[in-house]
């Protein structure tokens, strides 16, 4: 699992995970904190652009607080076989 963190300018961190599903062969993005976020994408980085542009919307649909900036602090966990 790939969990990332979306921290506004206030200090306020909305944590977004990034899990594979190998079964359908896609890149799945949720978050607890942001109500309603479920993306997918082939890869990693599609995802990641997909969550930079949807991650403010859902967020201001949800009357949680925004800021002008959005800025990922990125914590990747690779399981080892």
Do not use: C
Request: hydrophobic share 40%.
């Amino acid at each position: 699992m790939d969990s990332r963190k979306i921290k506004d300018d206030s200090g306020l961190e909305y944590v977004v995970n990034f899990e594979w599903d190998d079964e359908a062969k896609v890149w799945i993005a949720t978050s607890d904190d942001i109500d309603g976020l479920v993306l997918e994408a082939k890869s990693l980085d599609d995802l990641m652009q997909r969550v930079r542009t949807a991650a403010p919307e859902i967020i201001e649909l949800n009357h949680l607080p925004i800021r002008p900036s959005v800025r990922f602090s990125v914590n990747r966990r690779e399981k080892v076989a």
